[in-house]
């Protein structure tokens, strides 16, 4: 009665909706929580799926290969796509080899249509392997018990040395310091800011692209000029995103008839085949950059 007089009735049930309201908030907080949990575990899961089949989509083409060639010719001995820790294993082996001095053969090819001397005769009649495995660093022994073939992600200078231990850069295979990766389609962008292998930071934006010819609107070579036009000012737009971060090292990757354009100011530009929305597409175009490939002449 007095709590009715004093107008205070109505405050306290208004209290209690709130307090409602605040436990419903509060259930739905925990299930988005475990929602994403459940995503999060569940793209882990995904992307160990992925490296699997690529594993096995190798393993199937190196089977492929090896039925296929002729009688004398020859085939790789095995081949694996490297990824996260097992490139670092790889590489901690290559690099403990240890030999008397100019026991160990290195050397990057840059063009499998110009294969230089010495390493035709480092790998003898092994060398096709090494071409068609370019461009790649190419490691052998005097002994031939050590033989690799790997792609690098960030190429160095082509040379070919003899030495005692294999020659190589960790930075070439793994990335280090701070760098930004740009991922370039006509329909894209997505640019992450890098501390090792952690991302800082992300922005990315879709195209405005005209995707299909109007059937009564204008001409196919109209559609095609505005199209051009759409695309020219979406990259317009990534290179203004890139000068606004102004990265000291900056890898582009995407689509190979734009990725072109930014040759210039990359470190590294590389044709990858990353779908779906910004960020998902960029971790795609980033796991897709340090992949190794390693193959055994």
Not at 13 to 19: K, P, Q, S
Not at 120 to 131: H, T
Not at 286 to 291: D, F, H, I, P, Y
Request: glycine share 6%; hydrophobic share 35%; aromatic share 6%.
């Amino acid at each position: 009665m007095l709590d009715r007089l004093l107008g205070r009735a109505s405050l306290k049930e208004r209290v209690a909706e709130l307090e409602e309201e605040n436990r419903h908030l509060e259930r739905q907080l925990d299930a988005e929580e475990e929602r994403r949990a459940e995503a999060s575990t569940a793209r882990q899961q995904a992307e160990a799926e992925v490296n699997r089949l690529e594993d096995r989509v190798t393993e199937l083409e190196d089977r492929v290969e090896r039925l296929q060639v002729d009688d004398g010719e020859y085939a790789y001995r095995a081949e694996e796509r490297l990824t996260g820790r097992r490139v670092g294993e790889v590489l901690d082996r290559l690099q403990s080899v240890e030999t008397e001095p100019e026991g160990v053969f290195t050397a990057y090819v840059a063009d499998e249509s110009d294969l230089p001397g010495p390493v035709r005769d480092a790998f003898g009649d092994r060398a096709s392997l090494v071409a068609r495995a370019a461009p790649c660093l190419a490691v052998t022994d005097d002994a031939g018990l050590l033989s690799a073939c790997l792609s690098v992600p960030v190429p160095p200078e082509p040379f070919a040395t003899w030495a005692d231990r294999v020659e190589l850069e960790r930075s070439w295979f793994e990335p280090a310091g701070r760098y930004s990766v740009a991922l370039v389609r006509s329909d894209l962008f997505a640019l992450g800011q890098y501390e090792g292998g952690e991302r800082t930071a992300f922005h990315g934006f879709d195209a405005e692209l005209k995707s299909q010819h109007s059937k009564g609107g204008f001409s196919q070579s109209r559609f095609e000029r505005l199209r051009d036009q759409q695309i020219a000012s979406h990259l317009d737009r990534c290179r203004a995103a890139i000068e606004e971060v102004d990265p000291e090292t900056l890898y582009v990757v995407g689509e190979g008839s734009v990725i072109h354009e930014f040759g210039d100011a990359a470190a590294v530009t590389r044709t990858v085949d990353a779908t779906g929305e910004p960020e998902a597409a960029l971790a795609d175009a980033t796991r897709s950059l340090w992949t190794v490939r390693l193959r055994v002449p």
